[in-house]
């Protein structure tokens, strides 16, 4: 037992702490992105991951993968929210966790085995081509942004990304995304550059979510509302974080537990839910960013919460 909790939480502190420092720095613009595109208020998606993030990391079953807010699941969120409202939106994202974890229980995580390689490698490049497709407009010019300071600071954060590593004796010790962001965050401030900042993007919470009931009429005509969506909701939310694991598992060359990973994706959500925050699921990009900067135990997932 202690054996196993020391492999899953404490063989690697360093790597796993400053991974999840970057995991929560790239974590911040992209769930009030994906707030937005719900139709939410930002704080809703920042509870969110922060819920779920915590929530995976413990009863999860695939250590070193990230779990949060995701464009996926906040698509399927926008006609709910704009036809019900929010308080319909945490009532369907405890209603998906409850039916995730039905699935868990029929073991319909394993069903994944017989998803081919080239359907998960068509997903990741259509993945990745969306991800740069939602930065260009970033890079155009914005009111009051400078377009030599904008592309000024995107080159140099480049720049550090894939220089810093070569850098002898300290290239290795800190991820070359943290030294980025950090490097550039500073530079930005001491400049007064003028470009797109977080605070651009929608008005971040000061205080930590708090435990409500969604405000809605518990009927048979809530429930045909939210049922759909909820449906809709889990089998995307565990297609996609049954994926982001099989991608995982083959960069840490180890095997996650599909069917406690859909139990434990149910129980996040539900957890998000009453604490105000969206459904979401696993996130290919993040946990790529996760291994990358070593990250490799449930620590990681843990400080990515925390630190967001």
């Known amino acids: 037992m202690l054996t196993t909790i020391k492999q899953h939480w404490f063989s690697n502190v360093r790597g796993d702490v400053l991974a999840g420092m970057v995991v929560a720095l790239?974590?911040?613009?992209?769930?009030?992105?994906?707030?937005?595109?719900?139709?939410?208020?930002p704080q809703v998606g920042l509870y969110a991951s922060f819920c779920?993030?915590?929530?995976?990391?413990?009863?999860?079953?695939?250590?070193?993968?990230?779990?949060?807010?995701?464009?996926a699941m906040a698509l399927l969120m926008v006609t709910l929210v704009k036809d019900h409202g929010l308080q319909y939106l945490l009532a369907a994202s405890v209603l998906t966790g409850v039916i995730q974890i039905i699935f868990g229980f029929l073991k319909l995580g394993n069903l994944m085995k017989y998803v081919s390689q080239s359907v998960i490698l068509g997903f990741i490049n259509a993945l990745a081509i969306l991800i740069f497709m939602s930065q260009i407009?970033?890079?155009v010019p914005q009111a009051g942004?400078?377009?030599?300071?904008?592309?000024?600071?995107?080159?140099?954060?480049?720049?550090?990304?894939?220089?810093?590593?070569?850098?002898?004796?300290?290239?290795?010790?800190?991820p070359s995304p943290l030294v980025s962001i950090v490097l550039v965050t500073a530079i930005a401030i001491f400049l007064g550059a003028e470009a797109r900042t977080i605070n651009d993007m929608g008005q971040l919470p000061d205080t930590l979510?708090?435990?409500l009931l969604p405000d809605i009429p518990l009927n048979l005509d809530t429930l045909l509302i939210i049922l759909p969506y909820s449906i809709s909701l889990a089998i995307v939310g565990l297609l996609e974080s049954m994926m982001t694991m099989t991608i995982v598992d083959d960069l840490t060359d180890t095997k996650g537990d599909r069917?406690?990973?859909?139990?434990?994706?149910?129980?996040?959500?539900?957890?998000?839910?009453?604490?105000?925050?969206?459904?979401?699921?696993?996130?290919?990009?993040?946990?790529?960013?996760?291994?990358?900067?070593?990250?490799?135990?449930?620590?990681?997932?843990?400080?990515?919460?925390?630190?967001?």
Do not use: W
């Open 137 to 139: 407009p970033e890079l």
């Open 145 to 174: 942004s400078n377009l030599v300071h904008v592309y000024g600071l995107v080159a140099l954060g480049l720049l550090i990304i894939y220089g810093y590593p070569y850098i002898p004796k300290i290239g290795k010790i800190i």
């Open 26 to 41: 790239a974590l911040i613009p992209e769930a009030i992105a994906f707030s937005i595109i719900a139709g939410v208020d």
């Open 209 to 211: 979510p708090i435990f």
């Open 52 to 71: 779920i993030a915590v929530v995976i990391s413990f009863v999860g079953g695939r250590p070193a993968m990230i779990s949060a807010a995701t464009g």
């Open 259 to 308: 069917t406690q990973e859909c139990k434990g994706q149910g129980i996040a959500n539900i957890v998000s839910g009453f604490f105000g925050g969206m459904a979401g699921c696993a996130m290919i990009g993040q946990s790529i960013i996760n291994v990358k900067s070593g990250g490799y135990t449930r620590l990681s997932t843990l400080v990515a919460g925390v630190f967001l």
